[in-house]
């Protein structure tokens, strides 16, 4: 966590979720574990977290600058409800007048609603889902043992509800697993009804150690996929653009990119909003998977 730019402290490294295409898996790598199976089953907790951003706040270098939380793992994933390190982090963000951007796939971040409800009175904060699909076969399929679409959903409708800023990013999209119009189209919807601030979309990406787990999965699950995501991921992570173009083309975006950089002055109040402005996604906190 550095006292310039955008901020992404880690609080679990990774996610016990069996979903494929998480790009975390390749911290397993660096941590010298499997990113295959050894990232379904060990999970490594920075316990002393809230410690580190209590004593990094309270720099005089401290910029106040947008801290992300979930750029790199979940910040809500199934250890964060026994460890509950959340809490602790965002209440020193608070006292710092730091503003906060979240991206989560669960519901749990409805735990600390009341202090995002607050922290919104007087900070930019920004709390937001990813949802990859309605469709139930193909969430099962990638997603198994995630929250359901429906209850982040909801979550973002509870969020919007009570003032906090909630949007939904519709990633991974994978090419004939959800990119579908038909697939996206009631997910588009969903997200309009809960009064979501902004929409996005993204295409999937496979980088070196999370490529060979995904094309795997096709192998087994998906065979009559795999020639083709092996001519259009061959040497290289990312699809092409014109190729993410199709991959994304069901999405229409709307709504704020997030919440900049900005500061504070002594008396709380907030300088460089945002304005509202057209986007296919939260434009500096994108990268869940």
């Known amino acids: 966590m550095g006292s310039s730019g955008r901020s992404t402290p880690t609080a679990a490294v990774p996610t016990p979720a069996d979903y494929r295409y998480c790009f975390a898996r390749r911290t397993h790598k660096y941590l010298d574990l499997d990113p295959g199976r050894d990232f379904e089953r060990e999970i490594v907790v920075k316990v002393n977290v809230p410690e580190l951003v209590r004593a990094e706040v309270a720099r005089p270098s401290w910029k106040r600058e947008l801290v992300a939380l979930g750029t790199n793992t979940d910040p809500y994933q199934w250890v964060e409800s026994r460890y509950r390190m959340m809490p602790e982090i965002l209440e020193a963000l608070e006292a710092a007048q730091t503003p906060v951007s979240v991206l989560t796939k669960s519901p749990l971040v409805l735990r600390d609603v009341e202090i995002y409800e607050r922290m919104a009175k007087k900070l930019p904060v920004s ?35 009570r003032g906090i800023d909630s949007g939904v990013l519709i990633a991974p999209l994978m090419p004939g697993i959800n990119d579908d119009p038909e697939q996206v189209q009631p997910l588009v919807e969903r997200a309009k009804e809960a009064g979501a601030t902004f929409l996005g979309g993204l295409a999937l990406h496979l980088r070196d150690g999370v490529k060979e787990v995904f094309f795997a999965w096709l192998e087994e699950k998906r065979p009559d996929l795999l020639p083709e995501y092996e001519e259009l991921y061959k040497g290289r992570a990312y699809l092409k653009p014109e190729q993410r173009k199709q991959a994304t083309r069901a999405v229409k975006g709307w709504g704020r990119s997030g919440v900049r950089r900005s500061r504070t002055d002594g008396s709380g109040s907030t300088a460089g909003r945002e304005s509202p402005r057209s986007e296919t996604g939260p434009a500096r906190q994108s990268t869940l998977f």
Not at 130 to 152: F, G, M, N
Request: proline residues 11%; charged residues 25%.
């Open 127 to 161: 709390v937001n889902l990813s949802i990859p699909t309605l469709d139930e076969k193909a969430w099962r399929a990638t997603e198994p043992h995630t929250p359901s679409p429906s209850a982040r959903l909801d979550a973002v409708a509870e969020l919007r509800a």
